[in-house]
Structure formats: structure tokens, C-alpha cells
């Protein structure tokens, strides 16, 4: 019963790699229709189901108009790679910090492929920007991309930032697409 079949990929990563604990804080963004927001409420007990583990806190923005869910609280009608968003994302987090920042947005594609796998990268390195405001020191951040000329930089840049920077291919994610995540953690917060 979930939304959409991509919830598959993120309980396959997160089986193996435990990044969605009771009580974490988890930013979704690009999270329409809300399949991996209904992964994280799980995971992290947001809507308090497990009333012997600690409640955690979901908040997920969108362009899109993101259907309600309990134990999320969504910015539909928002641009992840506007600061503006980051500030809003911010007031909704506990001391204003997310233990985890999830990314499986993809913009529209148009068609030409290296055009396509550039802008995704972009929206890739404004999720940097978007820790260096709202990720906890050692916290994690998973981001979809699609594979191509630019991901090793997007690995550089990221590796800069994160103490571990893993690629990830999930069984769930179409074996001839150009599809991957990069699983940054240990994140080394720059001093203000
Ligand atoms: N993870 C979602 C789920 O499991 O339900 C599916 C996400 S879907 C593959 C990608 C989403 O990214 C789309 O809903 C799209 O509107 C969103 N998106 C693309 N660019 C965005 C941006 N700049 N800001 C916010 N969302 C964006």
C-alpha cells in the first residue's frame, strides 16, 4: 500500500544501511506522491505508532501538490533549490536540524540525455547548499542521479562534504536505466 513503487528502492537502502532510526528527523524533497515519506514515517516513528520508540519528525517538499499523510508535514508548490524553501523546511525541523536529508527528485525530462543528467546534478549540488542550512553534523544525505558525465563530480564534491560517499545501484531500480544514488554520511558541517 504504497504510493508509488520507487518506496521499494528506499527500504532496500535502508535495510542494508540503517539511515532511518526511531526519533530521526528525515527531509524529503521532491517527495510527490509521498511514497518515500511513507517509508521514512515508518522508520522513524513520526506518527507515533510505536509508542515505546521515540517519535521522529518528517517534512517533505515538492513542485507538485503532495497528497497528506499522517506523520509528514508537506510544502506542496515548493522548490527544493530555492533558499527560501530551505528556510521554510527549517522551521519545521526540531532545533531546526534534520538528521537526514532525502533526495529523489528528478526534473522533467526533455529528451536529450546529457542535458537531462546535467540538470539533475544541479539539483544534486544545491542539496549541499541545502545541508551546509539544515543537516546535523554526522548526518546523512541519498540522492538519486542519473549516471553520466557530470557524477564523478557530484561524487567530489559531495566526498568534500561527507566523511563516506557510497554509489548505489538497488535491485528496485531498473537494471537499464541510468538510475544510481550516492549515499553520503558522516557529514562534516562547516564552522560559522
Ligand atoms: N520519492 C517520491 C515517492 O516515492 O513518492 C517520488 C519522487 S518523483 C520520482 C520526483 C519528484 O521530484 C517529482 O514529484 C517532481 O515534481 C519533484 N521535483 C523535481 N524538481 C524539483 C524541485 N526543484 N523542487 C522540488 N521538487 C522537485
Known amino acids: ?79 527544493v533549490t530555492d533558499p527560501a524553501t530551505g528556510a521554510k523546511l527549517q522551521e519545521l525541523l526540531p532545533g531546526g536540524q534534520a538528521h537526514v536529508l532525502l533526495s529523489d527528485m528528478a526534473p522533467n525530462a526533455c529528451g536529450f540525455r546529457e542535458m537531462d543528467q546535467e540538470r539533475l546534478i544541479t539539483m544534486c549540488l544545491s542539496l549541499i547548499d541545502l545541508a551546509d542550512r539544515i543537516l546535523q553534523p554526522q548526518g546523512s544525505l541519498l540522492c538519486k542521479l542519473w549516471d553520466g558525465r557530470l557524477t564523478h563530480h557530484l561524487q567530489e564534491k559531495l566526498s568534500s562534504a561527507f566523511g563516506s560517499v557510497r554509489p548505489l545501484k538497488p535491485n528496485a531500480s531498473r537494471k537499464d536505466s541510468a538510475e544510481m544514488f550516492f549515499l553520503a554520511q558522516m557529514y562534516r558541517k562547516p564552522v560559522r
Open 1 to 79: 500500500n504504497y504510493r508509488c513503487r520507487s518506496a521499494f528502492k528506499l527500504l532496500e537502502i535502508d535495510d542494508k544501511f540503517h539511515i532511518l532510526r526511531p526519533g530521526y528527523s528525515v527531509v524529503d524533497c521532491g517527495a510527490a506522491p509521498g511514497a518515500w515519506s511513507q517509508v521514512a514515517v515508518q522508520r522513524v516513528n513520526s506518527a507515533g505508532t510505536k509508542q515505546n520508540s521515540p517519535r521522529g519528525t518528517v517534512v517533505g517538499a515538492d513542485l507538485l501538490h503532495i497528497p497528506p499523510l499522517d506523520g509528514a508535514h508537506f510544502l506542496s508548490s515548493h522548490d
